[in-house]
């Protein structure tokens, strides 16, 4: 794998990001599906971990505090952050986070 490849997949995996916010996950699995290799997957999504444009933290929050707006129940909420690919690592912290804010 060049450098030229990792960053034509970083290039393209920042490009993808700057559509909607998404997971670790959805991202590495979108680039597989656009035809990069694994590697330049993986690296593409440590580099922008890395420079901070992709938490799974952060956006456990916020995918918890769009669909408790919406009136969804806890299971509704769970299924949303799997169907993401959130780690369900970040899933207790996230339902705390946005509890609070509706305190």
Do not use: C, P
């Not at 960053?7 to 035809?35: H, N």
């Amino acid at each position: 794998m060049s450098d030229t490849d990792n960053t034509k997949t970083r290039q393209r995996a920042a490009r993808l990001l700057g559509y909607r916010a998404m997971s670790r996950g959805e991202l590495y699995s979108k680039l597989i599906l656009k035809g990069e290799s694994k590697d330049a997957a993986r690296d593409a999504v440590a580099y922008l971990v890395h420079q901070g444009y992709l938490n799974d933290a952060e956006y456990a929050v916020e995918v918890v505090r769009y669909y408790m707006s919406k009136g969804q129940d806890v299971d509704r909420i769970k299924y949303q952050l799997r169907r993401r690919l959130v780690s369900s690592d970040y899933w207790a912290d996230a339902f705390e986070e946005a509890s609070n804010d509706n305190e």
